[in-house]
């Protein structure tokens, strides 16, 4: 029988906690300077968490065979950017400890 592929909310959720993370990524310095520093970990705990949720959903999308991978590709890229991103400023913070 043929199944047709569909985009379902996994897809759509491993894209937001992609884009989420992202976007936290990116306001973590403004936010941080405008507030307080304990907004700033905050901020940090749940970039983190949208990283390994962002992981576990790519897992979960790729391995579904009657899911759509156009979307689920475009939310893989934004977290490969992430992890790259996270890695370089450990490995920036591990040089300079």
Same mark, same amino acid.
């Given at each position: 029988?043929?199944?047709?592929k569909?985009?379902t *909310?996994?897809?759509y ?5 992609s ?11 403004p936010? #941080?300077?405008?507030?307080?520093? #304990? ?6 705990? /749940?970039?983190? &968490?949208g990283c390994?949720l #962002? ?9 579904? #065979?009657?899911?759509?991978?156009r979307? &689920? ?6 977290t ?7 890695a370089?400023?450990i *490995?920036?913070? /591990?040089r300079? &400890?």
């Amino acid at each position: 029988m043929y199944h047709t592929k569909m985009t379902t *909310w996994r897809t759509y959720l491993f894209i937001t906690f992609s884009i989420l993370t992202t976007l936290g990524m990116f306001m973590i310095d403004p936010i #941080s300077t405008q507030y307080d520093e #304990s907004v700033g970990r905050i901020i940090m705990i /749940i970039i983190l &968490a949208g990283c390994v949720l #962002s992981i576990l959903f790519a897992f979960i999308v790729f391995r579904t #065979s009657d899911e759509k991978k156009r979307w &689920a590709s475009i939310g893989l890229l934004f977290t490969i950017f992430n992890i790259c991103i996270i890695a370089y400023f450990i *490995w920036i913070g /591990i040089r300079l &400890a």
